[in-house]
């Protein structure tokens, strides 16, 4: 079965600073959606990624799909206290149903 | 904007109850899902349904859990005997395109079962 990982687990950065979170699968990725978690909230769509090579942004938000797709990036440039949460990416599995990652957990402060 | 709602944002129960968590999707979607996450776990699926039927489910959706859209607006995921593992936060999404887009979730449900 498909398995995401993500990294780093955990991040805490100043307000300001750039990010980077990690996702790589076990298998190529036929659609990968990065959503945003507050702790104990609901899962708030972020971005989906198809193709290999595809880069998509949002605000301050940038995801990449790496050409092999089997990873994915998100970046954040300036972080912002508004930016903290849990970033989870998901794939389309063989059928409708979203596989998770392990989540990372983002820290921003002042 | 359009959004899933769920009902009960928090749900308590003892061990052993039925309980029945309410979503409703948005209102042209056709693919409906339940997932949960156990605190600090990932999130798990449960089930997807479509076309008044169940499309796939998980090893966690055993004979315990149903799910019903009794009407044309509600979705629910019925427990009839909770265990304490049980306990968790469930989420409900739709889709409109099933496997090829964006599956919007709702704010989830938090079971606590004593």
């Known amino acids: 079965s498909q398995e995401l990982e993500q990294s780093p687990q955990s991040l805490i950065v100043q307000e300001g600073k750039n990010l980077t979170i990690n996702c790589t699968s076990s298998?190529?990725?036929?659609?990968l959606y990065w959503y945003k978690q507050k702790y104990g909230e609901g899962l708030i769509f972020l971005m989906m990624?198809?193709?290999?090579?595809e880069e998509k942004s949002h605000e301050k938000i940038t995801a990449k799909l790496d050409e092999k797709k089997q990873q994915s990036s998100l970046h954040i440039t300036a972080s912002q206290p508004s930016h903290a949460g849990i970033y989870l990416c998901g794939a389309d599995s063989d059928t409708d149903k979203l596989i998770f990652g392990t989540g990372t957990r983002l820290q921003v402060f002042p | 904007e359009p959004e899933v709602t769920q009902t009960p944002s928090h749900q308590v129960t003892q061990m052993g109850q039925e309980v029945i968590l309410r979503c409703v999707p948005i209102s042209n979607h056709l693919y409906f899902y339940w997932y949960r996450q156990i605190l600090g776990q990932k999130v798990e699926f449960l089930v997807s349904?479509?076309?008044?039927?169940?499309?796939?489910k998980s090893e966690i959706f055993d004979d315990q859990f149903s799910v019903e859209r009794p009407d044309g607006s509600n979705f629910t995921l019925k427990i009839r005997s909770t265990k304490l593992e049980d306990s968790a936060m469930y989420f409900c999404?739709?889709?409109?395109?099933?496997?090829?887009?964006?599956?919007?979730f709702g704010p989830g449900t938090r079971l606590t079962v004593l």
């Open positions: 999404a739709s889709s409109s395109d099933g496997g090829l887009g964006e599956q919007f």
């Open positions: 990624l198809q193709k290999g090579g």
């Open positions: 298998k190529t990725l036929y659609g």
């Open positions: 349904f479509y076309n008044n039927e169940i499309s796939e």
